[in-house]
């Protein structure tokens, strides 16, 4: 089956830039998806097919997969950021959702 | 607004069964595909099961499959997740999500609050 790989947590001061990426075999021909998680709380779709941005999500939320890894991008984090965020693709070969193991970002 | 509001969770023993209700509103629930996810705690989310606008496309994770089944009402903007033979692993909170997607499942832009199943050994 498919396998999604994210570092387990990324830290990042106020004001800076918080890049986290999710790994998987030929991922640049997948559609990746972003998903914003915090407790409590439903999950937030914050990219689609890449690089998409949902209506009312920051422009400093941003995405790109141009290769291994696909990457998200948190430009200027607050600390209303900090929050476990999950790439998703389906996987055509299996018929089944596949979500990476998730990254916890981590506001200094 | 789109909503979707959950209910139908508890507290069952192991091998017992529950049925999960989804109602939505706020769109024409007939035009789009839904999906379930649940997460367990300290986990991530996984997905288990799609069914298309029609209700004639179904998908499920293997983990699933035979156990689970996943119905929709388009009269009633309902969706449902008919739950059997639990077990203690699938504890977890159970969401129901639209999709934006057609055929099958692609990506999941709005979600209901969850409710939470509990299996007790």
């Known amino acids: 089956s498919y396998i999604l790989t994210q570092p387990p947590s990324v830290s990042v001061a106020p004001g800076k830039t918080a890049r986290i990426t999710c790994g998987g075999n030929?991922?640049?021909?997948?559609?990746v998806h972003w998903y914003q998680k915090k407790p409590g709380q439903a999950p937030v779709l914050v990219v689609y097919d890449d690089s998409g941005r949902p209506s009312g999500i920051p422009e400093r939320f941003s995405g790109s997969n141009s290769g291994n890894p696909a990457t998200l991008t948190i430009s200027r984090v607050e600390a209303g950021d900090e929050a476990d965020y999950y790439c998703q693709v389906w996987d055509s070969g299996s018929d089944h959702v596949v979500f990476g193991g998730g990254t916890k970002l981590t506001v200094l | 607004e789109v909503q979707l509001v959950e209910s139908g969770g508890g507290l069952v023993q192991r091998g017992g069964s529950l049925r999960l209700s989804c109602v939505a509103s706020?769109?024409?629930?007939?035009?789009?595909?839904l999906n379930w996810v649940r997460q367990a705690p300290g986990k991530g989310p996984e997905w288990i099961s799609y069914i298309s606008s029609g209700g004639g496309t179904i998908y499920y994770a293997d983990s699933m499959k035979g156990r689970f089944t996943i119905s929709r009402d388009n009269a009633k903007d309902s969706v449902f997740l008919q739950l059997n033979s639990l077990r203690a692993e699938d504890t977890a909170v159970y969401y129901c999500?639209?999709?934006?997607?057609?055929?099958?499942?692609?990506?999941?832009?709005?979600w209901g609050q969850g409710t939470l199943v509990t299996v007790s050994s």
């Open positions: 030929n991922i640049g021909i997948q559609a």
């Open positions: 706020g769109f024409s629930f007939s035009d789009y595909s």
């Open positions: 999500a639209r999709d934006r997607g057609g055929s099958y499942p692609y990506s999941f832009d709005h």
